[in-house]
């Protein structure tokens, strides 16, 4: 039977987040974060919704197009004593190709567009991985992402490239048959 564990995290801001982790009898490490959970910088701002998870999510406020204002930033810790490819996925709301993605980078790693369209659009939440931007952010390949993270904290920023864009959940798994899904 799977159970979580919720470990509290004092941010420097002050604020405590939750982590939620797995520790069932799988091998592998899941790590759940609330977009929402640690800072909201705006033009970012945190939105109330019952069919998001924690019943809030995160959305560029900014207006649509391009944009460059904004982030949200979330810390998290990765166990074990290697380093080993851990890919992400995002829960997101991708309506229209006018807010469909983001800038993302973990640590100081490059940034890069994270596309939220690349499983299609829908006027419902979905699960999408973070891909590799090299298809000009036309949400043509779906393949995830490896992000090589070793062991010890880590920070995700998401930053804005889009207006519009809204993620409610992410989950780094270095389980790289998982496939995210309510
Ligand atoms: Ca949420």
């Given at each position: 039977?799977?159970?979580?564990?919720?470990?509290?995290?004092?941010?420097?801001c002050?604020?405590?987040r939750?982590?939620?982790?797995?520790?069932?009898?799988?091998?592998?490490?899941?790590?759940?974060?609330?977009?929402?959970?640690?800072?909201?910088?705006p033009?970012?701002?945190?939105?109330?919704?019952?069919?998001?998870?924690?019943?809030?999510?995160v959305?560029?406020m900014?207006?649509?197009?391009?944009?460059?204002?904004?982030?949200?930033?979330?810390?998290?810790?990765?166990?074990?004593?290697?380093?080993?490819?851990?890919?992400?996925?995002?829960?997101?709301?991708?309506?229209?190709?006018a807010?469909?993605?983001?800038?993302?980078?973990i640590?100081?790693?490059?940034?890069?567009?994270?596309?939220?369209?690349?499983?299609?659009?829908?006027?419902?939440?979905?699960?999408?991985?973070?891909?590799?931007?090299?298809?000009?952010?036309?949400?043509?390949?779906?393949?995830?992402?490896?992000?090589?993270?070793?062991?010890?904290?880590?920070?995700?920023?998401?930053?804005s490239?889009?207006?519009?864009?809204?993620?409610?959940?992410?989950?780094?798994?270095?389980?790289?048959?998982?496939?995210?899904a309510?």
């Amino acid at each position: 039977m799977r159970g979580v564990a919720f470990v509290v995290v004092v941010a420097a801001c002050g604020r405590a987040r939750f982590e939620e982790r797995t520790f069932d009898a799988s091998p592998f490490e899941h790590i759940a974060l609330e977009a929402e959970g640690g800072q909201v910088l705006p033009d970012f701002g945190i939105v109330t919704d019952p069919a998001a998870s924690g019943g809030q999510y995160v959305m560029d406020m900014a207006s649509l197009g391009l944009t460059g204002h904004g982030a949200a930033i979330v810390t998290f810790e990765v166990g074990g004593a290697d380093t080993r490819p851990f890919h992400l996925w995002g829960r997101v709301l991708a309506t229209d190709p006018a807010g469909d993605s983001f800038v993302f980078a973990i640590d100081s790693q490059p940034m890069q567009a994270f596309h939220t369209c690349v499983n299609g659009y829908s006027p419902t939440w979905q699960w999408v991985p973070l891909t590799p931007d090299h298809d000009g952010g036309m949400c043509l390949d779906s393949t995830a992402l490896e992000l090589a993270l070793a062991p010890g904290p880590h920070t995700v920023v998401l930053s804005s490239r889009e207006g519009g864009s809204s993620i409610d959940r992410m989950i780094l798994t270095d389980d790289l048959a998982y496939v995210a899904a309510d």
